[in-house]
């Protein structure tokens, strides 16, 4: 039997989450994609508490003008980086959530990285 798209990426979620995991001092930057939007949030899986979060429907990056999503994705990363700084996190742990490491998931990981995290 085929195994949907839904699987395969819930089956690698999961095995990317055995080895990555947020604490206080290196939380968990985690990415959600969707086919219009796409969110990350910055959790400490310790207290299960999100700390920050910014996603392409935030108004500073839905009324920005770009081009495509990787843009906009990227402009994601900057806004949760900002955030992220404000709130006294410079290092985290990066999880694509069973995405591939490719796209938008790229663009947003290097536009954090742009504005000033760490991973």
Same mark, same amino acid.
Not at 21 to 26: C, K, P
Not at 62 to 79: D, F, H, P, Y
């Given at each position: 039997? !085929?195994?949907?798209?839904?699987?395969?990426?819930?089956?690698?979620?999961?095995?990317?989450?055995?080895?990555?995991?947020?604490?206080?001092?290196?939380?968990?930057?985690?990415?959600?994609?969707?086919?219009?939007? +796409?969110? $990350?949030?910055?959790?400490?899986?310790?207290?299960?508490?999100?700390?920050?979060?910014?996603?392409?429907?935030?108004?500073?990056?839905?009324? $920005?003008?770009?081009?495509?999503?990787?843009?906009? %994705? %990227?402009?994601?990363?900057? %806004?949760?980086?900002?955030? $992220?700084?404000? !709130?006294? +996190?410079?290092?985290?742990?990066?999880?694509?959530?069973?995405?591939?490491?490719?796209?938008?998931?790229?663009?947003? $990981?290097?536009? %954090?990285?742009?504005?000033?995290?760490?991973?």
């Amino acid at each position: 039997m !085929a195994v949907s798209k839904q699987d395969r990426r819930n089956k690698l979620r999961k095995r990317i989450r055995r080895d990555i995991n947020g604490t206080q001092g290196r939380p968990r930057l985690s990415v959600f994609r969707s086919n219009k939007e +796409i969110y $990350a949030q910055i959790v400490n899986d310790v207290d299960g508490k999100t700390l920050v979060s910014a996603s392409s429907r935030d108004k500073e990056v839905a009324s $920005a003008t770009v081009e495509n999503k990787i843009e906009q %994705a %990227a402009l994601v990363g900057k %806004a949760i980086a900002e955030k $992220a700084l404000k !709130a006294g +996190i410079e290092t985290i742990s990066f999880d694509r959530g069973g995405y591939l490491y490719h796209g938008r998931v790229k663009s947003l $990981a290097e536009g %954090a990285r742009e504005g000033g995290l760490k991973f």
